[in-house]
């Protein structure tokens, strides 16, 4: 069983890698695979057998010899020890295109996370409606969070305004931002929690990628 | 000097660091900062000097005693590493929110990426203009790839088809592929660059903290 102690020693490193173990084991469970062992994980997931075995013991080890892993029970906990089965509920702030990509975007339902509002400072959109939520004006956060248990705000403001965005909406107890604006913010205190998305690094390391198979003439081998 | 013999040496942790110190170094050239010692650049960073150190020194190192960096050579370097100052094009295949999200986004211009084309299949949208680009449809994208050089073609499609949308692309000659569809494509050949963002993964990360900080009363430590 996962219990606060073992959460504890599971490195950041697992942690990263544990999101992938959940999305194939979903697949998994879609193509009604019951159980699998480490080398049929490790060649669908394209890691080494011995990587898997590690990983998947750092929280007390779901395998058994001779008979694999258990998919759905492995997929239960690894949803426990990621919290995807808490539910928790989010707030989006900033209904720019990124903003509204995301309120559309169905991977919040998938992961048993739900967007309770929609928040911008322009007047033109506050008032008109995505999904079944209305945006509304930022000056309402307050009383908005007073009568609503909000865990995650999502930051697609502009950078500008991300900093004061965090400060202000911690103040009002929101612990977890997730943050697109791709301003680096230091939090206030530690019991705050932020992911940052810098999708900009994520394009660079593919510019690199093709840059080295493409080399320009001056780094050409030739 | 970068050449093609250093960069295959550099490992992909490093590689994937890259992009944060380039971030960090285009805001010390907006503030006009022209050198900066590895411990300065370390509290900045919230890294430390000797992980700095480290990474810059793997292509060659800029640093100098007692002088620390030049801001302004190393954002160079980390640009011509990264491939930020080759100037790609690319494509947008599936404008639903998100392809109209990125389209708008900044951050092609930023990394010298420029849009030349935006793809759909839906016919209600073909035709429509997103900036200066007007919506195409996906039957012209084979005459389109003969007369547009193309490096790189954002996969924005339904998971469901994004495997064979990368396929047919890459028959017609694109190598890069940046994959936000979720799906797990496993590249027909060698030459092909794919970087998957998996935005679930990022989300999970951060409810995996929250839960850690806000235990649930079964695995209470009360």
């Known amino acids: 069983m996962t219990n606060k102690e073992t959460q504890k020693n599971i490195s950041k490193a697992v942690i990263r890698r544990l999101p992938r173990y959940f999305r194939y084991l979903r697949e998994l469970i879609r193509l009604d695979i019951a159980r699998i062992s480490s080398?049929?994980?490790?060649?669908?997931?394209?890691?080494?057998?011995?990587?898997?075995?590690?990983?998947?013991?750092?929280?007390?080890?779901?395998?058994?010899?001779?008979?694999?892993?258990?998919v759905n029970s492995l997929y239960v906990e690894i949803s426990h020890i990621l919290g995807v089965d808490r539910n928790f509920n989010a707030i989006i702030i900033g209904m720019g295109n990124l903003g509204r990509a995301l309120a559309w975007n169905p991977l919040f339902e998938k992961r048993g996370i739900a967007i309770k509002g929609l928040f911008d400072i322009d007047k033109s959109i506050i008032g008109s409606k995505i999904n079944d939520l209305t945006i509304m004006s930022l000056d309402f956060i307050e009383e908005f969070l007073k009568s609503n248990n909000i865990d995650i705000a999502v930051i697609t403001t502009p950078k500008s305004v991300a900093k004061e965005t965090v400060e202000m909406l911690s103040k009002f107890g929101i612990k977890g931002f997730w943050n697109f604006s791709n301003a680096e913010i230091d939090l206030p205190n530690k019991d705050l929690v932020i992911e940052n998305v810098h999708l900009g690094d994520s394009l660079m390391a593919l510019c690199y990628e093709i840059a080295k198979k493409t080399p320009t003439q001056s780094v050409s081998e030739e």
């Open 39 to 70: 080398k049929d994980l490790s060649e669908r997931m394209n890691v080494t057998a011995s990587q898997i075995r590690q990983d998947l013991n750092c929280f007390g080890g779901f395998g058994q010899q001779g008979y694999g892993y258990n």
